[in-house]
């Protein structure tokens, strides 16, 4: 099942509705701008401080092994690889290439999106085939370009070899008999990046600081909702919520510089509708994290938002659209938990 | 020229006569603890603050910027390298592979040294082929297996083209009318590693706490004096301070696991009496450090320290002997400064 796959033609006429309609208004009126936060709020809602799931309940014990097993290269099969290796904070946990470089340098099919804000949409990876935060981390340490290794079991005896684990994986799961587990592994991965909400300023306005965002940011708010933007970039993540065609007007690789078609979902399900369909991206930090989409072929945000307006809302933005809603992106760019910049130390083998 | 050259007989002659003269004594009268570390001290000397350089004075700006660019990937030919690559602080500094791995997975001629108390040394790398940390921060970004950036002017672009980073130079280098250089790069590098100074419970028993080391650790302080290991690993990093032959008594290729043989600083100087010669490396955090030696060719520090013994000392270690010294060298795992631990985050691009 896609979400996109029976709305695409409804959606899009809602979108250009919703396009016409707000420019046929007076775009900052007083009482508008009074009403902006409410009106924000009800389509992007508040974030959470955590992103909670009831599969995997956080505990301080699983976040603190989940951050250690974060930097742990020595899983994989060249030693080189880490969750660190393509989400590094330093770079907003995305790593600033086209598609992320992996064990033995393997090229990875898609560009590696950040995991701050990541742990609560509908599914992981750009196509969705990874159910959540803790399937991607499972699946990527036996992953091909990614950690590289031969089997699960192989990854246990690793974490086994590391004397110091025992009794960080026993902490974190004390009810296991034997709790280093690859399972165990993506479950404290998993809680560990369910604490990576980075609030913005664009959070401060939502929540009662009118002057958290300037004039510009503001317009590029009123844009983002009148033409269409949040129709599918919703929600407290500002996006990752649904999937969508990729080039509802015209086809995307007529404007990236993609160098081969990507099928999008359709490699998932099979299902033609589901062709060049990707999963929406959360828009969080989204300035500090390019290059853009699905293989990166775009390396700056203003032509991202050109081409975004161009082939999903059939709009050529002006320049003066694009600067204003350049300034609402970079308004979320957030705060990274302190927790999580402080590096830990890993156990050593003996 | 190098220090190792006009001494290798004489100082086998003296290490030896340490070691006879050591264990003709009885090892642990109460006389001898009190004073220990006394005598400990004036081989071994206190652990200064930072590593100053007359060459490269620190400042607060500099630190920062270098801190910064420790993790700066973009500078790097494929994207995927920085200081941060190879000597991450998840691991001590080190990155717990036989040797390291570059740019588009090239694989550099030796084991990556720590880069934890490194600044003071006589030299960097392991036969002595960069002036200090500054000249192999510099190196590096054109090294062909590290950065692999085609020129310095490259790197230099590549800098310009992140626009943050014109101000980050410009306070950490006030007087530089274009402070972005690969000459101001390494010197911000250099300033930040010159902090990476890590006190451990050996630094508390220097400084006058005698419960900092065990019985255990105690012994090994002892045995490694005795036997003449502090003949070469000396000074406050224990080590750093010269070059010394690998393999004195019998070649170290017929007990380590190398898989070819490396001529050491011969390689520099073409002098013969430099073959097998190598910088006597710090022995700080050693135990979080390996695999060992300039290969990486043993994973264990207890293998080590028995090969150590074989032929720099001609000696058998015995079990009990190898235990001491294991927990005196554990007793040099050392605390990263809380600065370094954190991880900034670097400018965007535009």
């Not at 924000?40 to 092994?65: D, H, Q």
């Not at 086209?98 to 949409?121: D, E, S």
């Not at 809603?325 to 050593?348: E, K």
Request: hydrophobic share 35%.
């Amino acid at each position: 099942m896609t979400m996109a796959k029976p709305g695409h033609r409804f959606e899009v006429a809602v979108i250009v509705f919703l396009s016409i309609i707000s420019f046929a208004r007076p775009s900052s009126s007083s009482d508008e701008e009074k009403d902006l936060p409410t009106r924000a709020g009800r389509t992007f809602g508040p974030l959470p401080k955590v992103m909670a799931s009831a599969r995997n309940p956080i505990t301080p014990e699983k976040i603190e092994l989940g951050k250690i097993l974060f930097y742990e290269t020595r899983i994989s099969v060249d030693g080189t690889v880490s969750c660190s290796r393509c989400h590094p904070f330093s770079l907003y946990a995305a790593d600033g290439l086209r598609k992320a470089i992996g064990n033995r340098c393997r090229v990875n099919p898609r560009n590696a999106p950040t995991v701050l804000n990541a742990a609560a949409q509908i599914s992981a990876h750009w196509i969705g085939n990874r159910t959540d935060v803790e399937d991607q981390a499972k699946q990527s340490v036996i992953g091909p370009p990614s950690f590289g290794m031969p089997s699960y079991a192989d990854v246990e005896n690793r974490l086994k070899e590391i004397g110091g684990y025992a009794r960080l994986f026993k902490e974190a799961f004390p009810d296991d008999k034997d709790p280093i587990t690859v399972d165990n592994f993506a479950a404290a991965v998993g809680a560990f990046e369910r604490t990576l909400v980075t609030p913005s300023p664009f959070d401060d306005y939502l929540t009662g600081n009118p002057q958290a965002l300037g004039e510009r940011e503001k317009k590029g708010l009123v844009a983002f909702m009148g033409m269409g933007c949040s129709g599918c970039h919703s929600g407290a993540y500002i996006g990752g919520q649904k999937y969508m065609k990729f080039g509802l007007i015209e086809p995307y690789w007529q404007y990236t510089k993609s160098r081969e078609i990507d099928e999008g979902r359709f490699v998932v399900t099979k299902d033609e509708s589901d062709k060049y369909v990707f999963k929406v991206p959360v828009l969080r930090n989204v300035a500090r994290t390019g290059p853009y989409f699905h293989d990166g072929s775009v390396d700056d945000l203003r032509s991202a938002e050109y081409i975004m307006g161009k082939i999903q809302l059939g709009k050529e933005l002006s320049k003066e659209e694009l600067g204003e809603i350049d300034a609402f992106l970079q308004s979320l760019t957030g705060r990274i938990p302190d927790d999580a910049l402080r590096i830990p130390l890993l156990p050593r083998r003996h």
